[in-house]
């Protein structure tokens, strides 16, 4: 198992743990997070656009368990962060600097993570 190889974003070690090094679970988990991360980003986008911003806060705390478990800290950070910030008034152009950064991580992680399901 070659998963040791140089991630920017990425860090299965909380994964290994909770697979207990099993590899078809961490490659079904690390599917699911890929195939997961365009539906996410359209989400996040249609929920900024109407300013929805109790819903955005409850998929950012869903989205927060994904980047965790994928070991995506920068991301768990931002949001909880995000979720906290949606609970309250937001300004609009915070909120959509946290979605852009999501964005823009996560399709970086997810190109780390198909190489590393290329490995497993």
């Known amino acids: ?9 990425v860090n299965l070690e909380f994964l290994k743990e909770i ?3 099993n590899l078809d679970l961490m490659r079904d988990l690390i599917t699911l997070f890929i195939t997961q991360v365009p539906t996410f980003s359209e ?3 249609a929920y900024l656009k109407n300013e929805d911003y ?3 806060a409850k998929l ?3 989205i927060k368990n994904s980047v965790a478990m994928m070991g995506i800290d920068e991301l768990t950070s931002d949001m909880k962060k995000l979720e906290n910030l949606c609970t309250e008034k937001p300004n609009y152009n915070v909120v959509k600097a946290y ?3 999501f ?3 996560s399709t970086e992680a997810s190109a780390e993570l198909r190489q590393i399901l290329e490995s497993l």
């Not at 198992?1 to 974003?9: K, L, P, S, V």
């Open 1 to 9: 198992m070659a998963t040791d190889q140089a991630t920017h974003h």
């Open 60 to 62: 950012a705390h869903k």
């Open 54 to 56: 109790c819903t955005l």
């Open 103 to 105: 964005k823009k991580i």
């Open 19 to 21: 697979s207990e090094g």
């Open 43 to 45: 989400q996040m986008d």
């Open 99 to 101: 979605v852009d950064r």
